[in-house]
């Protein structure tokens, strides 16, 4: 891991503390937000320990006209020599090489139906740092007991909206301080190695188990029976009827 991060991103940052963040440059996935939260995050470590020795990987393009020009942001909060662009396609072991040299993934979507990025992570022993919306709910937090892969964000804001194809969804929104304060727990928890091991171990475990393919599979199998099942046992099937103006 050393070495490929001496290898990617340079000697003098061999120390640093890295995160990820694998995305579109898009609106909905919140990118300027995602720097402003970790300029938060550099602030704290300059504050309560004297330095700045932490970088974040943002695989995605910063010039996507879908979403703002990452590269103005950066240079607005002073932040430009701390992120670290991958603007390139890369094939999957490339992309498990970066999972596997970053001690968080992020991901602050504000509507996130599954969250693949997040889950290759966790695939890598990586632990996450998600919002509490759609897919990443069930990802971050341990459903069987509660216990978070990483950290698990509240949402402090919702916002009903739509269009003429999508009448309404919600939209959640987490606190870009609450994002900050997330990274440098898990920062924090680098400091003593056995704790970190413990979190990585059951990061991958929950991964594995609970998303294996065989597993996804067979739930959507069992699921597809039960259904057919429901449906032709239930005496009080719902009638529809089309009608066509």
């Known amino acids: 891991i050393q070495a490929h991060k001496s290898a990617i991103l340079g000697p003098d940052r061999a120390d640093h503390f890295f995160g990820i963040w694998v995305n579109r440059n898009a609106k909905r996935k919140r990118p300027n937000d995602v720097l402003l939260s970790f300029s938060k995050f550099l602030n704290m470590l300059e504050k ?4 700045k020795k932490a970088t974040l990987i943002m695989h995605t393009e910063p010039g996507d006209n879908e979403g703002p020009n990452l590269f103005a942001t950066c240079e607005n909060l002073g932040i430009t020599d701390n992120v670290f662009f991958s603007r390139d396609r890369l094939d999957f ?10 001690d968080y993934c992020l991901n602050i979507s504000f ?19 998600a919002a509490k919306t759609g897919g990443l709910t069930r990802q971050v937090v341990n459903h069987k007991n509660g216990t978070e892969n990483g950290v698990a964000l509240p949402i402090k804001l919702q916002t009903l909206v739509g269009s003429q194809t999508v009448p309404y969804i919600y939209e959640d929104y987490v606190d870009n301080t ?7 727990k898990l920062y ?7 704790k970190r091991t413990q979190l990585k171990k059951k990061v991958h ?8 393919y065989q597993k996804t599979i067979d739930l959507w199998h069992e699921t597809m029976l039960k259904t057919m099942k429901d449906f032709k046992s239930s005496k009080n099937k719902k009638q529809w009827i089309l ?3």
């Not at 609450?178 to 440098?184: T, W």
């Open 48 to 51: 309560r320990h004297g330095h």
């Open 93 to 102: 072991a490339k992309m498990n090489v970066l999972y596997n040299i970053c």
């Open 111 to 129: 509507a996130e139906g599954f969250g693949l990025t997040t889950l290759e992570a966790m695939m890598a022993s990586v632990p996450i740092i």
């Open 178 to 184: 609450d994002v900050a304060k997330a990274m440098y």
């Open 188 to 194: 924090k928890l680098g400091k003593n190695e056995n």
């Open 205 to 212: 475990k929950y991964a594995t188990t609970e998303f294996s």
């Open 243 to 245: 009608t066509e103006i």
